[in-house]
Every structure is written in C-alpha cells, then in structure tokens.
C-alpha cells in the first residue's frame, strides 16, 4: 500500500490560551480528495497552515511527504499547490503576468513556465483573458485563475482552503468541475469546506470538525448511514401553532423541533406518513427526503450560529 502524503498524529494548535486544533488524527492517502467539513472556528484552516508548512505545531506529529514541516518547510512547499481562502492575485497585472510570476517563484525556467501557462489557461477556462487585467474579472474566473496559478508548479498535493465561499451557484459548479477533473488526473486534494453539497460531491473521505477536535470520520455516504437516517419527513405547522412533541413520540426513530418546521428521522417515511395519519395533528405541509451530510452535519456540531 502507498504510505500517506500526510500523517497527523495527536496535532494541537495553540494560540496562547485558544486551542484552535485539539489532538486531531488523520491520514490522506495520495490520489485521494480528503475533506475538512466544519462551522467557522472549528479548527479548518490551522490545520490547513500547519500541513502547508507555514504554521509551527504547538504539540503531536505531522509529517507531509514523509517530511517534518519544520524542518523541512522549503522542500514541503516547492511540492506543494496551494488555494488560500484569499485568491491574494495582483489585480494591476494581467492573467498571464500573475501565473508567469508565480512560476518565477518556483525558479522555473521561463519557456516551461510559457509552455505551463498555456495548459493551465485551457484548464481553467481563461484562454481568452490571457491579456486582461485581474480587477475585472468575476469572482468565478478569479478563483479559477487561482487554482491555475497553485497548479503551475504541478504540485504533488494540493490545499484549497474554502475554494468556494461567495461563488453564485453557476461559478460553484464550474470550478467543481475543474477540481474534479483534477481528482481524475490522480492530483491529490485536501479541502476545506463548510458547504455539504460540496463535500458530498468532491470528497472521497472527510473528517468533521468541531471546536478543534474531530468528531467524525468516514466517505460521506459512510458518516449518512451511521449518523443520519433513510430518510427525512418534514413537517410544518400554522403559524403560532405549538408542536405536540408528545403526540409525536415513537413515530420516528429520532425528532427534532426546530422554529419552523419539525424533523422526523426514519428509515421508513412511508410508514411514519400513515403513522402520522392515525395522529392528532394540524399539519400545513409534509416533505420527504433523502438523508443528507447536512444532516449529520447539524447532529453532530449542532445549529448555533458561531461567529
């Protein structure tokens, strides 16, 4: 078997008194698409700096390519494609002029990074923005040209921090497809993601995080059968109306009563809605669906707003 690109073991992050990473293990195996799903605060994108190579660990082990971060930060990086939750382009140069400097970085000579450009741009679905300046350009097309510079090293691992906070849902799905034909070509991706959808369309395996630990570990079809439900029936009541949480009892497997609209997790709405039938309820509306990581997501982080 391949060893891991990145092994942690026991790894903390500390801010003086703020735990932000609390004793977390994980192991992302190359070729795969490895997720971080958590609130804001949960630990994501420390964990993230730390496997960059750019954060110092308060305590544990982290390896990357076998290497210690610490004292092997240089040679970590230089095999390292990164998409920070800031795209950090220079809107006063053009596409072309970001990704070539960029590469310069990488002490590329400049006909291979000329020869890099013109791959990338196709990838990303910029060719015809190779002379336009960065300002202009939508939010979608900047994050493309941010994954496309990450990639002009041609990194063995790749780190996206958040890579699609504030995209409309058009830019979303376009820059899923890029990543997923990456996920095609072998590239291995580390993601971090509050979005469900998201996960649940690119990741392979993903931990879930909460207050700096790991509460949950699996494929997300995995953590929706061990967390979650077949299936979920929701049901609404009139305005005011308070939900007889006694008259609900025993028909599901769990409830949840939430402002507007109560939840019921089963492995049989058919059966639950002929249950509910025989019940003394004022019911508005009734919804049945599919469990999803959202789901999961809520159970096991909960619904209050972390700011």
């Known amino acids: ?91 006063e140069l053009t596409v072309f002029e970001n990704l070539f400097i960029y590469g310069r970085y990488f002490d590329l000579p400049k006909a291979v990074i000329r020869d890099r450009i013109d791959e990338l741009l196709d990838f990303a679905q910029l060719e015809e923005r190779r002379k336009d300046l960065v300002e202009p350009l939508s939010g979608g097309m900047k994050r493309r040209l941010t994954i496309a510079r990450a990639l002009i090293n041609q990194p063995d691992l790749m780190l996206l921090d958040e890579p699609t906070t504030g ?37 392979d395996r993903l931990v879930v995080m909460d207050k700096g630990k790991i509460v949950a570990e699996g494929s997300p079809r995995n953590l929706i059968e061990r967390f979650a439900t077949r299936d979920v029936v929701e049901l609404r009541f009139p305005v005011g109306d308070e939900v007889p949480e006694n008259v609900l009892f025993g028909v599901a497997k769990r409830v949840e009563v939430l402002p507007d609209r109560t939840l019921l997790y089963t492995d049989n709405a058919d059966q639950t809605l002929v249950d509910l039938i025989e019940r003394p309820l004022n019911i508005t509306s009734t919804i049945v669906r599919r469990a999803t990581l959202e789901d999961v997501f809520l159970r096991l982080t909960g619904r209050t707003l972390i700011d």
């Open 1 to 91: 078997m391949n060893e891991p690109l990145v092994r942690a073991a026991c790894l903390t992050k500390k801010f003086d008194d703020l735990v932000a990473v609390d004793s977390v293990d994980f192991a992302v195996s190359p070729g795969e698409v490895f997720g971080f799903l958590g609130p804001n605060g949960a630990g994501k994108s420390s964990t993230m700096k730390m496997i960059g190579a750019v954060s110092p660990i308060t305590s544990g082990s982290l390896t990357v390519f076998g290497m210690d971060p610490v004292a092997d930060g240089p040679q970590i990086r230089a095999r390292l494609g990164v998409v920070p939750q800031d795209n950090l382009l220079d809107a």
């Open 167 to 203: 995209l409309d849902p058009q830019a979303r799905h376009a820059l899923w497809d890029r990543l997923y034909r990456l996920k095609q070509q072998g590239v291995t991706l580390i993601v971090t993601t509050h979005y469900m959808d998201e996960a649940e369309q690119l990741c």
